[in-house]
């Protein structure tokens, strides 16, 4: 069974301009988190799609950020425009049911904003 | 608030045990987890708790305790292979929204 493939794994960008992650979970899993980790900081939720639905995003930071999940298969997160705070790795995880039990992560997205 | 503490750094010998401490105070509670996560890689599931008491799976162990608040991990016949940061999480409710640590940097030596 493949895993949880998040790409890039890495990006670095300049202040101001746009990037897209992207984040297929394994096939059939209907939950889809996205997580991100700041440099010395707790890996914090940012939102929780159940199929092409937004079940929960009270994580997301501001406006800026934007995820989109077509179809209930793979997901995209856009930041747009980046700020330097919003350097980090971005994580995503998918689960067959909710409730945190049989979650399986990505290896994330390293996202350096210059 | 929200708040899971957990010790920054931990060194331990090769063939010893080593326990992780996690203590939560979270609004709402439906489990907790430990996680493993080498550098550069995916969280890997370790262990999940919601009753209170001992969950043993071949060299981990993790122990509960809702009313203290309180959990632990431990690792026994410790292997280099074991040096990774360890992940303390909780999930608050029933959508699988966790709250984690800052997580436990592990070194194991020779």
């Known amino acids: 069974e493949a895993g949880v493939t998040q790409f890039p794994s890495h990006s670095v960008i300049e202040k101001g301009q746009t990037v897209t992650l992207r984040c297929d979970p394994i096939s059939g899993h209907d939950n889809l988190y996205w997580y991100r980790r700041v440099m010395g900081k707790e890996i914090k939720f940012l939102l929780h799609?159940?199929?092409?639905?937004?079940?929960?995003e009270s994580g997301m930071p501001n406006n800026r950020f934007l995820a989109e999940r077509t179809g209930g298969t793979y997901s995209t997160l856009k930041v747009q425009p980046a700020e330097l705070e919003d350097s980090g790795v971005y994580f995503c995880a998918s689960s067959q049911v909710a409730g945190g039990y049989g979650y399986t992560f990505g290896s994330g997205t390293r996202l350096t904003v210059v | 608030g929200q708040n899971i503490d957990q010790p920054t750094e931990m060194t331990a010998t090769e063939g010893a045990i080593v326990q992780i401490n996690c203590t939560y105070q979270?609004?709402?509670?439906?489990?907790l987890f430990w996680y493993q996560q080498h550098a550069g890689e995916a969280p890997t599931f370790l262990s999940y708790?919601?009753?209170?008491g001992l969950e043993e799976k071949g060299r981990f162990s993790s122990f509960l305790s809702r009313s203290k608040g309180y959990s632990y991990l431990l690792l026994k016949e410790l292997q280099m292979k074991d040096s990774a940061s360890y992940l303390c999480a909780v999930n608050r409710g029933s959508q699988g929204n966790l709250i984690f640590g800052k997580g436990t940097k592990l070194s194991v030596k020779p």
């Open positions: 979270t609004s709402g509670f439906n489990g």
């Open positions: 708790n919601v009753l209170d």
């Open positions: 799609f159940v199929k092409e639905s937004k079940q929960d």
